[in-house]
């Protein structure tokens, strides 16, 4: 049965769901069948556990098909464009700004599939293929690998980075969980949070707060995070990366940048 558990990281807590492993068959029923694949729709992102001692190609082929069955493509990193269906209000873009051909392009996936009302998140840089494989109905799932019982003159995991381009792999033993690294870290990475701190006066030597958000995430996102109510909310002064000037005053569509400084104005 999955296992819930949880891990402190600065500014947060991630929750970690330890679960049977996928076997060949899963979709059709082995193992723990269809419930686990569906489990794995829900999760912001996935660590994949390899054996090195076993067959690492048989093995991670078989997680490979398994995953494909309920549309899940794993990412090496952090979703950089991500789509979110609403209700109404039509097409909305946030996050990083785009160029007007982007912004021309999206709006031409979009229509194509008859998607009138979404917000399109720009985290790092717009990624028109992800858009595409979202609107195509696939789940984009930022993934880092676990490798276990690793021998170095085996090449197994040389053979699963080539598998697996670009991912994260922390390598190590189950039983010591010391030598797995920082997996929050890890897992943050690829799940694209970052920090920033929340100020309780409007100065930067000012007690703080941390708090962990998403990249591109805006004042409004970061007031949410902070639990504030945004009912009376103007804007924001803010000290880092993303401003110009020290202390600078900006509105709740700002985007922050990590490390930044930020006290909410009402």
Sequence with gaps: QPSPGMLPCEGGVLQLVDTPPIVE????????????????????????????????????????????????????????????P????????????????????????????????????????????????????????????VATHCDSETGEQETLQEMMPGHDILVGQLQQPETLGNV??????????????????????????TLLLHLASDILRVAERGKISTKRLKGARVWGTSVPRPGQAVRLDHVVDAGDRVFLQS
């Design 184 to 209: 929050g870290g890890a897992l943050l990475k690829v799940l694209g949070y970052t920090h920033i701190q929340l100020l309780a006066r409007p100065a930067p030597e000012a007690k703080e707060e």
């Design 25 to 84: 068959g899963l979709a059709s029923g082995q193992g723990a069948g269809r419930p686990l694949l569906h489990l794995f729709t829900s999760a912001d992102a996935l660590a994949i556990v390899v054996d090195l001692s076993t067959d690492v190609l048989d093995s991670l082929a078989t997680i490979l098909e398994e995953l494909t069955s309920v549309s899940i493509r794993p990412l090496p990193g952090p979703l950089a464009t991500v789509l979110q």
């Design 86 to 145: 609403r209700g109404k209000g039509g097409v909305r873009f946030l996050g990083k700004p785009l160029g007007r051909e982007e912004e021309e392009e999206a709006r031409t996936v979009l229509a194509d599939a008859h998607i009138v009302n979404a917000e399109v998140v720009v985290r790092t840089a717009f990624d028109i293929d992800q858009l595409r494989h979202q609107v195509e109905g696939e789940l984009l799932m930022p993934t880092v690998l």
